[in-house]
T-cell receptor, first 111, second 116 residues
Framework: LAKTTQPISMDSYEGQEVNITCSHN???????ITWYQQFPSQGPRFIIQ???TKVTNEVASLFIPADRKSSTLSLPRVSLSDTAVYYC????????????FGAGTRLAVHP | NAGVTQTPKFQVLKTGQSMTLQCAQD?????MSWYRQDPGMGLRLIHY???????DQGEVPNGYNVSRSTTEDFPLRLLSAAPSQTSVYFC???????????????FGPGTRLTVL
């Protein structure tokens, strides 16, 4: 199973771009990289998923270098409402049941 | 669509009591799962199901039972509650994987359980 390492916490200010990097050195060929967001007292919510290069949606961008040993979630122009815990997950479609939510990165956005 | 619903939202049990946490989804998702989240930690998979009549164990199954008689419902039973089972429980559902990445999981609002 590919283990992920993320910073425990990050601080930012409104309007800034936030980049959260996840390390997954033993990622397997078939593994995909997925990020979830969790607000206090709520269940996690899917943000973005990718396999290689760059993926962008209306919420975030995901950058994956060629060696795929890390990935970076980029949140443009954060607001106070982006204060949450962000989880990086790595796994295969067949390993649905083995996805591991680590402790995540606790992002605090300040005025 | 209501999405994934969980009841109750809060529950206090005494050690040794049993109870069932309810989970239902109205999205016709094949996959359903139960997680627990302890303070300051990520989610840990308890049990999961890939379809009606099919269940399997996750990372921390001891002390919990599940069944899946319908596509919509996936109850979690605590057989004999222990203080170590004090946690927030989340139910999630998703469609069958498309083979290109795994489809996103939709999570319920959670049940906060305290065992005294």
């Amino acid at each position: 199973l590919a283990k992920t390492t993320q910073p425990i916490s990050m601080d930012s200010y409104e309007g800034q771009e936030v980049n959260i990097t996840c390390s997954h050195n033993n990622i397997a060929t078939n593994d995909y990289i997925t990020w979830y967001q969790q607000f206090p007292s709520q269940g996690p919510r899917f943000i973005i998923q990718g396999y290689k290069t760059k993926v962008t949606n209306e919420v975030a961008s995901l950058f994956i270098p060629a060696d795929r040993k890390s990935s970076t979630l980029s949140l443009p122009r954060v607001s106070l409402s982006d204060t949450a815990v962000y989880y990086c997950l790595v796994g295969t479609p067949e390993g649905y049941n083995k996805l591991i939510f680590g402790a995540g990165t606790r992002l605090a956005v300040h005025p | 669509n209501a999405g994934v619903t969980q009841t109750p939202k809060f529950q206090v049990l005494k050690t040794g009591q049993s109870m069932t946490l309810q989970c239902a989804q109205d999205m016709n998702h094949e996959y359903m799962s139960w997680y627990r989240q302890d303070p300051g930690m990520g989610l840990r998979l308890i049990h999961y199901s890939v379809g009606a009549g099919i269940t399997d164990q996750g990372e921390v199954p001891n002390g919990y039972n599940v069944s899946r008689s319908t596509t919509e419902d996936f109850p979690l039973r605590l057989l004999s509650a222990a203080p170590s089972q004090t946690s927030v429980y989340f139910c999630a559902s998703s469609t069958r994987t498309s083979g290109r990445g795994y489809n996103e999981q939709f999570f319920g609002p959670g049940t906060r359980l305290t065992v005294l």
